[in-house]
């Protein structure tokens, strides 16, 4: 692993401050380990690399977790899906269109694409309800391996029938969608996942208020920077925290989670 900090912004002369964003070059051998330490991979290169981002991750242990929703409709329609292969095709289905309209929708501005860089880790899974070609929803996905030579035989890790890594984990990187099912679609990826035997499901990092709906389901998890909690209570108080976050000086009131045991 190599670290690469991203010094952004410091205040010493009124207040002690360091806003500095950790990221690092992973390598294949090191990937279960990364994303059991918070580690997700960032969604775009840095100097032509495939670089991971350190942050308040999010998980659902799929030992633990349980279908929240009876049933899966839209309209008294069964949501169906179908995953893609990440690659100029997915241009040709409509997902750049559902993309432009989910962003309009929710007030989002258009800083970040999800069709720019398509990694081999990537795939898209898409929802629909009546025949494939008519999709309502997508979510981008990046898939996590063990080491085949190490973790052979282990409970957890789906094979991929095209090659002999074996899936440790599935991350959501971004949902959109025409109607608005997130919590829908979610509750049918992490069944997806569990079929396709996976140990964990990310929801990247858990922010704000907007984050707070992640904590719903069995089985959830959060990344303290030092372990994984829990406690879907201090989760939500942190993100009730960082909305009501306005200035600079706001930051420097928040306390430490890394407790001092000297």
Known sequence: MKLIFDHILGKQEKQDLIICNPLAEIGEEEEHEAVDTGWLALDYPI????VFYQCRSTRINLDCYKQRFKSHKLHGKQLKTKELEANEMVKLVDLPKIYRNFI?????????????HMHCRDSFLIFYTDTVDKIIAFTKLKKYHYQEDAF?????GGRDRDTTMWWAGYESVIHCNLEPISQLTLDIELQWAKEHKAAYFYMGGGYETSSQYKSKWVGFEWW?????????KLY???????????????VSTIPSLVKDKS
């Open 224 to 232: 303290t920077g030092t372990k994984w909690s829990k406690s879907k």
């Open 47 to 50: 100097n032509g690399k495939e």
């Open 104 to 116: 309009r929708r929710k007030g989002f501005t258009e800083d970040y694409n999800p069709f720019n």
């Open 152 to 156: 052979t035989g282990m409970i957890h």
């Open 236 to 250: 939500q108080k942190l993100c009730r925290s960082d909305s009501r976050i306005k200035s600079l000086q706001d």
